[in-house]
């Protein structure tokens, strides 16, 4: 079933579904990779290619530079990885310390420092995407524009795209940029409604009480109108809809899901794929076996009725 992309989604990647990396590395505490984090990788990156995913999403803060490590390991152990994936990080959140609060640090500086870090723990000369992961208040677009013009001609990195940055943060980044920002990641999912609430409301008073209020107006649309790939991360929601007897939105799911033969998951991708958009969901899962139940989402066409019964049944309040 074909699936409207985005203009610039020729340049990264066509796949609906990207897998996202957080959940590999083992825990949080630093230190070295374990054979048991390279296992569970394993699986994991297997079931993911098995169900069509070619991108796959990281960051260099994900277990402290241990995700990026173990997928590093892997691409090492099998020469032939590397050619059946493409490869996306980000950058922009540096934890807190000794001497410093956490912050979010777009300068030059910290962008060049932290793609060759990157580099040297997936193992690889180049990724192909490089997302600005936390829009910077200190952020100066002509800074980043050079940084990134650097590291391009340097084969460090292929295209530039935002984590988390609505319309306006975009367009003032873009305005020093030679060349599109090819992807915006945002979480989006049936427990996380804000870009699309903020289109459904503006006109009515619903918009002063729906979380997000105006922050995401046009960010949906501009994507669009630009090119732009959005991506959804927490697109499984964290759980939230796994046990039909948790709450409305739940019970909507799993009946439409048994409607058309699939799983859950399924129908939570599903509902963000039917998006004009084009958009691609993260798939934030470890588990090989819920990445597998995945497999469904871009195979499923839900009605019009469909994803406007799950939409307003998760949002838990009727349109205006």
């Not at 499984?236 to 796994?242: E, I, P, S």
Request: hydrophobic share 45%; aromatic share 6%; charged share 20%.
């Amino acid at each position: 079933m074909p699936f409207p992309l985005p203009l610039t989604a020729h340049l990264i990647d066509a796949s609906p579904l990207v897998y996202g990396c957080m959940a590999l590395g083992g825990d949080w505490g630093g230190g070295p990779v374990t054979e048991a984090d390279i296992a569970h990788a394993h699986a994991a990156v297997e079931a993911a290619l098995d169900i069509g995913v070619t991108l796959f999403d990281h960051a260099d803060i994900y277990r402290r530079g241990k995700a990026e490590a173990v997928f590093g390991a892997l691409l090492k152990r099998d020469a032939g990885l590397r050619g059946r994936v493409r490869l996306q990080s980000k950058c922009g959140i540096r934890f807190a310390d000794d001497a410093n609060v956490g912050r979010y640090d777009l300068s030059a500086e910290h962008i060049e420092h932290s793609v060759d870090a990157t580099l040297k723990r997936l193992a690889v000369e180049r990724i192909d995407i490089l997302l600005l992961h936390r829009p910077d208040p200190l952020m100066q677009p002509a800074e980043v524009a050079r940084a990134f013009g650097r590291l391009k001609a340097a084969g460090k990195v292929s295209h530039l795209g935002v984590s988390n940055m609505h319309a306006g943060q975009m367009r003032w980044l873009q305005s020093a940029l030679s060349e599109p920002l090819v992807v915006n990641q945002l979480e989006l999912s049936l427990a996380k409604l804000d870009a699309i609430d903020v289109g459904t409301t503006f006109n009515d008073p619903q918009a002063a009480t729906r979380p997000g209020g105006v922050a995401w107006a046009g960010t949906l649309e501009y994507a669009q109108q630009h090119g732009v790939q959005l991506q959804a991360w927490g697109s499984l929601a964290q759980g939230r809809f796994n046990a039909p007897s948790s709450s409305a939105g739940a019970a909507a799911v799993h009946q439409i899901a048994e409607a058309h033969r699939t799983t859950a998951n399924a129908v939570l991708l599903a509902w963000l794929l039917r998006h004009p958009a084009g958009i691609q969901p993260v798939i934030g899962s470890g588990n090989a076996e819920r990445i597998r139940a995945c497999a469904d989402a871009t195979k499923i066409q839900l009605s019009r009725e469909e994803w406007y019964r799950l939409y307003v049944t998760a949002r838990g309040q009727a349109l205006p």
